[in-house]
């Protein structure tokens, strides 16, 4: 029953995420930019009700397997418009982003730490995603292809923001030392990532070295 429950509020969610973002672009209140990012960070939000509804890696890997199938299907149909890509093609980023989900979802669920993955989704969610806002409005010195100072150090802080507070709500036991060494390997994986990729590398990266450093 808590399973289901878990999965209602899960959609629920979501839904009103996409049906929000939805609404500002088409009535023209934020740009499809802001709306995009509005979900990729909103959803990573999810990973705190999968903590609460969920007990194990079958269970809280029910909801990811959902969003990569959605996903796909969006991927040929362009459902939502508010969240795809301007001038551009096909964005497997999103897919990326829901199969990061799903991984994490077996392997943290499953050694019994899903602070763990928590880390790596969170930071994906937000420190990407305001990164990617704050150097797009902020932006003016770049350093790396599109990467620009101004949205590597937002990153970077709000990684360190998340780090600190997982280590401090879940008693995960980071040092000082090992939490730098966190947030830095998260701003390198974002930065050196292809186009899509740091939904990948970003996430699972993370996750794998604070679950060494256990």
């Known amino acids: 029953m808590r399973t289901l429950e ?6 629920v969610y979501v839904l009103a995420l ?25 959803v990573s939000n999810w990973w705190f009700i999968a903590m609460w509804y969920f ?18 299907y969006s991927l040929k149909r362009q459902l939502f418009k508010s969240i795809e890509r301007e001038h551009e093609g096909k964005d497997y980023g999103r897919l990326y982003y829901a ?17 763990v993955g928590g880390i790596g989704a969170l930071i994906m969610g937000y420190a990407d995603g305001f990164a990617a806002l704050i150097g797009k409005r902020f932006g003016k010195h770049k350093f790396w292809k599109n990467k620009t100072v101004e949205g590597t150090l937002a990153a970077g802080l709000i990684s360190l923001l ?4 997982f280590n401090n709500m879940y008693h995960i036991g980071l040092t000082l030392s090992e939490t730098g060494l966190v947030v830095f390997s998260a701003i390198a994986l974002e930065v050196v990532s292809p186009h899509g990729l740091d939904n990948l590398m970003v996430p699972l990266g993370t996750a794998l070295l604070v679950y060494f450093l256990l």
């Open 99 to 115: 199969v990061s989900f799903l991984v994490l979802s077996i392997v943290s669920f499953g050694i019994g730490r899903p602070e």
């Open 162 to 165: 998340i780090v600190v507070s």
């Open 18 to 42: 996409l049906l929000l973002s939805t609404y500002l672009y088409k009535t023209n209140k934020l740009p499809r930019e802001a709306t995009r990012k509005l979900v990729h960070i909103g």
């Open 6 to 11: 878990g999965i209602i509020v899960s959609n």
């Open 55 to 72: 007990e194990n890696a079958l269970t809280a890997a029910i909801v990811p397997v959902m969003f990569v199938i959605v996903n796909l």
